[in-house]
């Protein structure tokens, strides 16, 4: 990587262009690796707030402040000597000045430049896309706006183009703010990128369950307005029309690649700005990172990819030229509308000699599908309104856990056998990866537990594990668990701080008595204001807090104020 520094010389300019979470994850590796003793940094962020957790964004809607979501102890960049631009992006680059221009017209000159420059929604060319009330969900400020618009008298009703990942989290947003809630999506079935067709009808029946209504194989041509300017519809080519005071487009997203373009760094035929695995671009001092880069032909969406690629970035900054980025796992695991949704390894079957096991459980509402190959091995899987044993299937498909003689097991519930039974955190290998997002393994979690770590909480403190997109969470806490059962210390079986009893016996208790929100549960059974609204302390480390009560009101009373 060219721009390294001459440890005689002053130090050399490094500027990151973006300061969403990758762009951060890279200056926080460069503060762990020592790169502030080797590069003079500054760094550019389009928006006014420093970077934020963008995966809880939902969380905003039930009462999460942005300081909460914030990544950035406040002073963090002046303690350590970074010169933040925020609110201000950058314009232009001039590579054979090696300067940039930002949009205030500051110009600085870099010896090595890193682009974390992002994604923006896609919002397909349709006609009336420009009207009032239509909306794209990708930071704080769309929220904002999407909250503002729900409160006007005449809307009752909102729409979601795409059932992916994104759109269903705005689908949830909506529910939340109290609006009829429609998703439209395009192919056959929901997230098609994660789902085979069961799977994504399983996650269609929990999701209507709800009241959410969901159109597939529905594509729609034009966004209809009313004599103000105001959205008031959608247009289908072979289906009525559906009134909609409110849309929101999340119909996918695309690589900000446009400085790169003007600058004429080379960029895939459908963007992306090209990568080898050093994550350098065609010019040898700058760099791309996250979802703007295009690596092995593949943009990489998660965020664990994009943090690996950070960290490999930062290690070659400080002098690691053997750090290289070959791919990412990109498995994901979370909840949508209340349903556990996991898709991981080879989930589709595709590779050869690939085979598929099935558990349909239509009475419960759960499907799981795990992928094996000939001798057994577990390569992927999925799975809809159950995913405890995801972070068990994962293991066995990284290699890290070896899968029990009959695979099957893995798919049976809990009171059968499952995945707990048929292996566990103890027979993982102190190698083993726990945090994908940032790279926690079993032996760091169980040397914190050593050092005096108790709860789950200190566990996420003291080694980062969970606060990226939390999917490892019930993984690490088995683990702790573990640990201390084999130190001889007392385990405690409550399901988390806020709850002292085992999730079993939440789950008894919310069907027995018919609670059907996390308030109700909260408010008759809980303690403080519940494990979601207060991750983010595990996040920030200081990044600000609101206490219960806020003067924000909640979007169900926004809704039962007009």
């Not at 009336?128 to 929220?143: K, M, P, S, W």
């Amino acid at each position: 990587m060219k721009g390294e520094p001459d440890p005689l010389a002053a130090k050399p300019k490094l500027i990151v262009v973006g300061n969403g979470m990758v762009g951060h994850k890279l200056l926080a590796s460069l503060v762990d690796e020592g790169g502030l003793d080797r590069w003079d940094v500054t760094v550019f962020g389009e928006e006014p707030r420093a970077a934020y957790d963008r995966v809880a964004l939902s969380s905003w809607f039930t009462g999460t402040t942005a300081d909460e979501l914030s990544l950035v102890p406040p002073g963090y960049y002046g303690e350590h000597g970074i010169e933040a631009h925020l609110g201000d992006k950058v314009a232009a680059i001039d590579r054979s000045q090696r300067t940039v221009v930002s949009a205030s017209g500051d110009e600085l000159r870099y010896d090595h430049l890193v682009l974390v420059t992002g994604s923006y929604p896609f919002v397909p060319p349709v006609p009336g896309t420009d009207a009032e009330g239509v909306f794209v969900y990708r930071i704080i400020e769309d929220l904002e706006a999407i909250a503002a618009w729900a409160d006007r008298a005449h809307v009752s009703r909102g729409a979601v183009i795409g059932g992916g990942l994104l759109g269903l989290e705005a689908a949830n947003a909506l529910k939340a703010l109290g609006l009829e809630t429609h998703v439209l999506e395009f192919a056959p079935r929901l997230m098609p990128m994660q789902l085979d067709d069961r799977g994504g009808a399983m996650l269609q029946r929990h999701i209507e369950g709800l009241g959410v209504h969901v159109h597939t194989s529905r594509g729609a041509t034009q966004v209809l307005a009313d004599a103000d300017g105001q959205a008031c519809g959608l247009r289908f080519e072979e289906h009525d029309d559906l009134d909609a005071e409110l849309v929101v487009f999340s119909a996918g997203i695309r690589p900000r690649d446009e400085l790169a373009r003007h600058c004429e760094l080379e960029v895939g035929e459908r963007g992306g700005i090209v990568v080898d695995d050093s994550l350098v671009t065609s010019d040898p001092h700058i760099s791309a990172i996250g979802e703007v880069a295009l690596h092995g032909g593949r943009i990489y969406g998660l965020v664990a990819p994009g943090y690996e690629m950070a960290r490999v970035v930062a290690r070659r900054l400080t002098g690691d030229t053997e750090a290289s980025f070959t791919g990412a796992d990109m498995s994901t695991k979370l909840k949508l509308l209340g349903a556990d949704v996991a898709s991981f390894g080879d989930a589709f079957a595709r590779g050869d000699g690939a085979r598929e096991l099935v558990w349909d459980d239509p009475v419960n509402a759960v499907y799981k599908k795990l992928v094996v190959s000939e001798a057994g091995d577990v390569l992927g899987g999925m799975l809809v309104g159950d995913a405890s044993a995801y972070s068990t299937m994962m293991s066995m498909t990284r290699g890290d856990l070896a899968a029990p003689p009959d695979p099957a097991q893995l798919l049976l519930p809990a009171s059968d056998g499952s995945a707990s039974a048929a292996s566990g955190v103890g027979a993982l290998s102190d190698g083993a990866l726990i945090c994908s997002c940032n790279s926690v393994t079993k032996g760091t979690i169980c040397s914190a537990v050593d050092d005096g770590c108790r709860t789950i909480g200190e566990v996420k403190a003291a080694t980062t594990a969970g606060t990226g997109c939390g999917g490892c969470v019930p993984l690490a806490t088995d683990l702790l668990k573990h640990q201390l059962a084999a130190s001889g210390l007392e385990v405690d079986n409550n399901l988390c701080e806020h709850f002292a009893m085992s999730r079993q016996d939440l789950y008894s208790l919310i069907r027995v008595r018919g609670y059907t929100t996390f308030s109700e549960v909260l408010d008759e059974h809980g303690t403080g204001m519940g494990s979601a609204r207060e991750s983010s302390s595990y996040r920030t480390s200081g990044g600000g807090s609101s206490a219960p009560g806020s003067s924000r009101a909640t979007p169900t009373a926004r809704r039962s104020e007009r």
